[in-house]
Nanobody
Framework: QVQLVESGGGLVQAGGSLRLSCAAS??????MAWFRQAPGKEREFVAA????????YFADSVKGRFTISRDNAKNTVYLQMNSLKPEDTAVYYC??????????????????WGQGTQVTVSS
């Protein structure tokens, strides 16, 4: 049974930082991604990392501020978020595919989802 469990969300002031973690069980060596969903908006891609960690992908809105990394020994992926803005406020979800592909940005590429963790950035 696949489980993705996010942690690390919270309330932070604009300009601050947070690090999200996603612990995976029931699958290994998969592309992992982060998406987010703000109230009244569609879920959107944030970042992805290939199974080896050799390639990373980011939404334009977070490039230069967020980094994604992974520790395959711990089966955990991280999202380091710096220079946070109020518009980053959302529920952040970890996602993984049933089978690795190469369309990292699309919601439909991912089959497994975590329960989400709330990130709130105050102005």
């Amino acid at each position: 049974q696949v489980q993705l469990v996010e942690s690390g969300g919270g309330l932070v002031q604009a300009g601050g930082s947070l690090r999200l973690s996603c612990a995976a069980s029931g699958l290994t060596l998969r592309t992992m991604a982060w998406f987010r969903q703000a109230p009244g908006k569609e879920r959107e891609f944030v970042a992805a990392i290939t199974w080896s960690g050799g390639s990373t992908y980011f939404a334009d809105s977070v490039k230069g501020r967020f980094t994604i990394s992974r520790d395959n020994a711990k089966n955990t992926v991280y999202l380091q978020m710096n220079s946070l803005k109020p518009e980053d406020t959302a529920v952040y979800y970890c996602a993984a595919p049933a089978k690795n592909g190469n369309n990292y940005y699309a919601l439909r590429s991912y089959d497994y989802w975590g329960q989400g963790t709330q990130v709130t950035v105050s102005s």
